[in-house]
């Protein structure tokens, strides 16, 4: 299973909106071929792995077994279902790291391969199996995509100096580094503000990936510049919540769309709206890198479940902080994660974190699904 | 070396004022015995280990080596100098990590042993065994002791929430870690307004240790409370720059001794002052946990040598700032740090960093005393 995850974790950047999914085919304790997802609307894992084990002229069968992260697929997508490839060949047993929450799968796949006499074992490294798919598993759970908020900072805690000065706080590795949460997204998001102050691309540059993800605006007054950098032509979603039609075109004409969405209170996007809207295009991951305003409401609003500090060993006084939220009366109030990783990147560390009762109730569905 | 390294290790919570040595004998590739620095005033690192060796009835000195981690002592101390116990025995090699930057040694320890006969390599791992003497070596490079500043702050830098509350943004397994650091010092140093904000002990309590480092106050007006905890039997220090004679005699029947230092242009006790007095009193390393006023001062005066941050996966938004310091026109004016290590302890992560400069200035006369 551990080399299956390997393979599912070799298509972070590709798969979406599908789930990544890594399978190995093992016969006589030997690994004789694998597989994983390809891009969106190619082969599943199960199918690169069979060909792969085909083309060597593999045809023992019914000694085989088969490791998938992932439940396989029972449903016609774009392409045709995994399990009808699997009892065709009738392996001896299939072992399956977590049950697809996929409502037209939820558990099919495994009684239907079961039902043509193979032997079925799940919920084998589902927690590794849930890190890898986190995205997929939110929206199908929570109808949310899985929100990652990246900051960088000094030591106390600011991303610029009071006069705004931010170039550079963390150093270049650190930078580069933060590029591959921004491949595995679907979306990478950011406020108005940091457009307008910092005019970023916010694509992947350093690092290779056959896709881009879409970058998205969070824009409530519609102020976004035609000039912006980030017109460069890939798609740029833009949310605001006033009408101004004559708007529309110019911004369309460099392939951004705007969409207009309820306002909340303070006449700002409402990010509920925002984040079911996301949802529904199929956005498994969003990956946040934005000013404190847009940082601390969407924590307020408890849409941050994955945090990736980059902190530089700088003290810098005052500044600007990296959220900006209510005063908390009472430290049982704190947004608090759960540390998973410290590691030194370049001069600076990287922390990654966890909003716990995100986690947990996506690795409880998935649990109460495998019973 | 590495043995004799980690027997240095050994000491590092109880030589003081003395530098921390190890010395391991080697015979035929085999080691035969090891020795640590006692309690000042006890045997050094090498006598430890010739009495194991002699303890066992070994007797040929001709075909050992002896690994030291310091440069043999050549002068009478409290105790008679480790290079006449050596001569007398005449080994074969003595490999040291490091020369002795003790005006009274730095080098004469070497000249002895060369001119008895005995060959000597010098520079083997300095700077391993820089670390852990740093405190002593700075003492007698830079007539100043190497501080280290510990911060315990939530992800945005917050030390406390606005409202003072502070108990706990760090876990207890943080807190317990930060015991190690205040144990291997000579002093632990705060300001007043920790001491009447949070009364603390700053004693270690919960590691083993024969040695209680001396507690050292920042109090300008003289406003050290009578019924503090600190005043507990044990030694403490108060640095004022007030004269207040009617104040003394309460505190020194507690064991708290006032210092009267030159004040600064602010009225506050000038830090340099207090620098140089804590090295007269051969004090190497001093712990900091203050408060954001002293921290900050202590950083703008440029006596800030290690920087030991616990950090919370926690934010906080508005709160009590790490340190309070002038605000800065340039990110190149940052007060920036070399991080040396992260390490996740229990739900928080530590980091240790180190001030470049004040390092280069110690590794840079050791190395200039090897030529």
């Known amino acids: 299973m551990q080399q299956a995850l390997a393979a599912a974790r070799q298509s972070l950047y590709i798969t979406s909106p599908n789930p990544r999914v890594g399978c190995v085919i093992v016969h006589h304790n030997q690994i004789i071929a694998r597989g994983a ?7 599943h894992a199960e199918v690169m792995a069979i060909r792969q084990a085909q083309s060597q002229g593999f045809t023992a069968w019914d000694e085989a077994v088969f490791y998938v992260t ?9 392409t045709p279902p995994c399990v009808e490839a699997l009892i065709a060949l009738k392996p001896k047993q299939v072992v399956i790291a977590m049950l697809d929450p996929n409502p037209v799968v939820a558990g099919r796949g495994v009684q239907q391969l079961r039902t043509a ?3 079925v074992i799940t919920g084998v490294e589902t927690e590794a199996a849930l890190v890898i798919n986190v995205g997929f598993v939110s929206r199908m759970v929570r109808n949310l995509p899985w929100v990652w908020l990246k900051t960088a900072s000094s030591l106390d805690g ?3 100096l009071a006069n705004g000065e931010s170039k550079w706080i963390t150093g270049a590795a650190a930078r580069l580094d933060g590029q591959q949460f921004r491949a595995r997204s679907c979306v990478v998001l950011t406020g108005i503000g940091t457009v307008l102050a910092d005019d970023p691309q916010l694509n992947v540059r350093d690092i290779a990936t056959p896709r881009q993800p879409i970058r998205a605006v969070i824009d409530s007054q519609l102020r976004f510049p035609l000039d912006a950098k980030m017109l460069d032509g890939h ?3 833009i949310f605001t919540c006033v009408q101004q039609p004559d708007r529309l075109q110019p911004l369309a004409d460099k392939n951004a769309q705007v969409i207009v969405l309820n306002a909340n209170a303070d006449g700002q996007v409402d990010l509920h709206s925002v984040m079911r809207w996301l949802a529904q295009q199929q956005i498994n991951e969003v990956h946040v890198e934005a000013g404190a305003r847009l940082n601390g409401a969407l924590l307020q609003a408890g849409y941050v479940d994955s945090l990736i500090s980059y902190i530089a060993p700088v003290l810098l006084g005052e500044g600007r902080p990296v959220t900006q939220i209510n005063p908390l009366s009472h430290l049982d109030q704190a947004y608090r994660f759960e540390l998973l990783q410290s590691q030194k990147v370049g001069d ?4 990654i ?6 986690w947990h109730t996506l690795l409880s569905h998935l649990q109460q699904l495998s019973q």
Chains 1, 2 share one sequence.
Do not use: K
């Open 117 to 119: 006499g193979i032997e």
């Open 158 to 160: 600011r991303t610029a």
């Open 235 to 237: 798609p740029v979603w």
């Open 70 to 78: 992932l439940e396989p697929c029972s449903h016609h997508g774009r």
């Open 353 to 358: 974190m966890r909003q716990p009762q995100s």
């Open 37 to 43: 997802t390809q891009m969106a609307g190619g082969a």
């Open 348 to 351: 600076d560390v990287r922390l």
